[in-house]
């Protein structure tokens, strides 16, 4: 099992393209690579929040006029 979340992490953290891994119902941040921090423009603190607090408030905004 830890040989596979290895796996996982390094290939999240070296691909080119923003990815986030979320789990749960309210999407907490379990692993992000730098493309994604640096799509958020927060910063590498965003492990362990949860996505709609990591999003600007305009696109928060935006994004809960459409139902899930």
């Known amino acids: 099992m830890e040989g596979t979340l290895q796996l996982l992490k390094d290939i999240v953290n070296h ?16 692993l992000a690579n730098l493309a994604m921090v640096k799509t958020w423009g927060k910063g590498g603190q965003v492990i362990g929040k949860v996505y709609l607090e990591v999003l600007s ?8 006029r459409f139902p899930l």
């Open 15 to 30: 691909a080119p393209l923003p990815i986030g891994v979320y789990i749960g119902s309210q999407l907490k941040i379990e």
């Open 57 to 64: 408030r305009t696109f928060v905004q935006v994004f809960l």
